[in-house]
């Protein structure tokens, strides 16, 4: 099975502190993203990765910036973080382009991040 | 860029009832429609996905039709059970192989 995990499940910070999220699956998957999950918004993408040291601006970057060194490893960072930060924050990996049935993502459990 | 509009927002109904789930799209260059399932503490698990060039399939008690015409698809569950209980995402995906996610509906199956 893949396995994505996500370091916390719950992480409390204070407005302006650099905050670190990290995402490691097991699967070898090319392709790794950021989403955050608010209550009637869904699911917004933040950043996405298709590649060692590759990234893309999603569709809500602002207030983030994202690593990615070694292929499983992705990481969310928030360099100064805010109160309206305070969100779901998923992690979401999948195969890369090449055949059908290659687009499924895999999502960790998430991390509940609180800014106070 | 890609817009997907998804109703209702929640949906209660009684176990074994049937459950429908509405999603529009706005691209017409997407081609690949997968369904989400988000179960309380959990991140969300791919349940059925369908593509462009079918119409309609179906997996056991859940299916997924798709009308390109409209640019619409849904989701229906029959015979629902309470395990049913989650929020559904429905996606629609393009030429990339990223996913816009509709807003989520919350589906509760009363016993």
């Known amino acids: 099975d893949v396995k994505v995990t996500q370091s916390s499940r719950y992480l409390v910070k204070r407005t302006g502190e650099k905050v670190f999220l990290e995402c490691v699956q097991d699967?070898?998957?090319?392709?790794m993203f950021w989403y955050r999950q608010d209550p009637g918004l869904g699911l917004r993408l933040i950043y996405f990765s298709y590649d060692v040291k590759m990234k893309e601006k999603g569709d809500i970057p602002e207030g983030y910036s994202v690593s990615r060194e070694k292929k499983e490893r992705f990481s969310l960072i928030l360099e100064s973080a805010s109160t309206n930060q305070t969100s779901m924050y998923l992690c979401a990996s999948s195969l890369g382009l090449a055949d059908e049935g290659t687009y499924e993502q895999y999502f960790g459990p998430g991390t509940r991040l609180t800014v106070t | 860029g890609e817009n997907v509009e998804q109703h209702p927002s929640t949906l209660s109904v009684q176990e074994g009832d049937s459950a429908v789930i509405k999603c529009t799209y706005s691209d017409s260059a997407s081609n690949y429609f997968p369904w989400y399932k988000q179960e309380l503490g959990k991140g969300p698990q791919l349940i059925i996905d369908i593509r462009s060039n079918v119409g309609e399939k179906k997996d056991q008690r859940i299916a997924v039709t798709l009308n390109k015409t409209a640019k619409h698809f849904s989701l229906h569950i029959t015979e629902t059970q309470p395990e049913d209980s989650a929020v559904y995402f429905c996606?629609?995906?393009?030429?990339?192989?990223?996913?816009?996610f509709g807003r989520g509906t919350s589906l509760i199956v009363h016993p």
């Open positions: 996606a629609a995906a393009g030429g990339s192989y990223i996913p816009t």
């Open positions: 699967m070898d998957h090319e392709n």
